[in-house]
């Protein structure tokens, strides 16, 4: 049984995947840059997971809440890359607050922060990131 | 032979021994520069975009009257802006920033 990490990447990047797909590429955990023959890609990671105890019990349940990032990456040449990473955006979140279960994964997936960054080469690229706390729950003994 | 004389010769040299050849025009005139796309990584998002940085590289005096996100470069068939002011080096030679034209 994976983690609750895993988990939440795992359901998000089937999401996203899900016919029809919000991009051709849906990557997890990346860490090259996106490939000149890319348009546009979107990448999932989980990042700081952090939980909260209702209770000193060691058999009551513990609340996770997993920070969930979402990268939407697009470049276009000619106009600018606002238009072309807003669609992505859009898509993207979109397809993940149709179901904030993930499949049944979490308790909720609530949306958190948008950053956006463009930059100019041959072409003109932007990367929109979307940050989203996943919420679920474990028991004391496991972090599946 | 002033400087300046001498600078231009050899630039001129430079260019036409070492340079990218004559398919090359700026603004629609034929010019003799040197065309080069190196590989660049465009910063956004954690992890970047590989992409290049065309760069056309020519003589001052072919580099006056060039405007940015106007005047198109045409290299071997591939359409290009100039996508930001022409930076003069100093020795003779401009080097100007481009980007692919829609």
Known sequence: MSTLLAQVVTAAVAAL???PAVCLQVDRIRRRAVATTTDQAVVVRAGRAASSSESAFSDHPLLWVTELTVECYARTIGPEPDAVVDALIESVYARLMSDT???????????RQVDIDYESHADKTACATLVFHASHRASHGSFS | MSFATLQQRVNTTALKRLGSGTNITLGGVPVLGDFLA??????????????????????DAAAVGVLVDATLVVVD????????????????????VLELAA
Request: proline fraction near 12%; charge should be negative.
């Open chain 2, 38 to 59: 190196p590989y660049a990584q465009a910063d956004v998002g954690q992890f970047g975009m590989a992409t290049t940085e065309p760069v056309l590289v020519v003589p």
């Open chain 1, 101 to 111: 279960t993930l499949g049944g994964v979490l308790i909720s997936l609530e949306p």
């Open chain 1, 17 to 19: 995947q899900a016919t």
């Open chain 2, 77 to 96: 068939g591939t359409t290009y802006t100039v996508a930001a002011p022409p930076e003069p080096d100093g020795f003779g030679l401009t080097r100007l």
